[in-house]
């Protein structure tokens, strides 16, 4: 989610040298912004279905991807409207946006990568003690 940062700066910055730089810059800021969104919506989603503490609760499977979806759609709504706001600024605070949005995303994001990565070196308890509904002996 960070390389989306550097990613539409470059854009930002180069986009406009010429149509085959455009292309390319437009296709690496895509592959990093939209690449991590399409692993969060599918791969999280599916990754809680086979979660233990989920097991046989189609309700709350159900509540967990509707939630994820739902916020996707959230911001594929809010997009267009702070983006036609800004856009009466420069365009420039179109990618600045889009800067502070990839960098709350990023932020959100590491907590839960920080936690994953301690459950797969080993460090269980902690990792279940920041996350109680996780949890298997609950």
């Known amino acids: 989610m960070y390389a989306a940062i550097p990613a ?22 895509g592959l ?10 599918t791969a999280v989603s599916a990754d809680l279905g086979t979660h233990k503490s989920l097991q046989g609760d189609s309700r709350a499977l159900a509540t967990v991807t509707a939630i994820i979806d739902g ?13 036609g706001f800004l856009s009466t600024l420069g365009w420039q605070a179109v990618f600045y946006m889009l800067v502070v949005g990839a960098l709350c995303a990023g932020l959100l ?4 990568v ?4 301690r459950e797969k070196l080993g460090y ?3 990792v279940l003690a920041s996350e109680p509904l996780l949890d298997e002996r609950r």
């Open 8 to 29: 539409m700066l470059v854009y930002h910055f180069y986009g406009g040298v010429s149509q085959t730089v455009n292309i390319l810059l437009m296709m690496v800021a």
């Open 32 to 41: 990093f912004v939209n690449g991590p969104y399409a692993l969060i919506t």
């Open 71 to 83: 916020t996707g759609s959230a911001g594929a709504a809010l997009g267009p409207l702070l983006t």
């Open 109 to 112: 994001l590491t907590r839960l």
């Open 114 to 117: 920080i936690a994953e990565i």
């Open 124 to 126: 269980v308890d902690e």
